[in-house]
């Protein structure tokens, strides 16, 4: 969860400098997909089954791959430096590794 704290408070620091055209746009659909990144493995921790758990792992690793498209298209536009792309993308893949290997541990 660190990792993921440490992602959402960079993109909440950067995408104050978004255009505010992008309020309901890419600000609002980068930070709700990185918020169901914890908040599905939290729900399938909770759940009885390893199959169930899998499944939350699989949505939250989906929010995953969705905010790092998400944060690239905000490279492109120029909204997001690219000192800060690049730590922001490196941590992303490294939680996106984490929920992978956790995933293989439950499928197993």
Known sequence: MEKINSTLQNILFFSKEFPKDELFGL????RRSLYSIPSNIAEGAGRDTK??????LNIALGSSFEFETQIIIAKDCEFFPDDKFQK???????IQNMIIKLKKVYSS
């Open 51 to 56: 199959a169930q758990f899998s499944h939350f």
């Open 27 to 30: 600000i609002s659909q980068s």
């Open 88 to 94: 922001t993308l490196t941590e992303i893949q490294h």
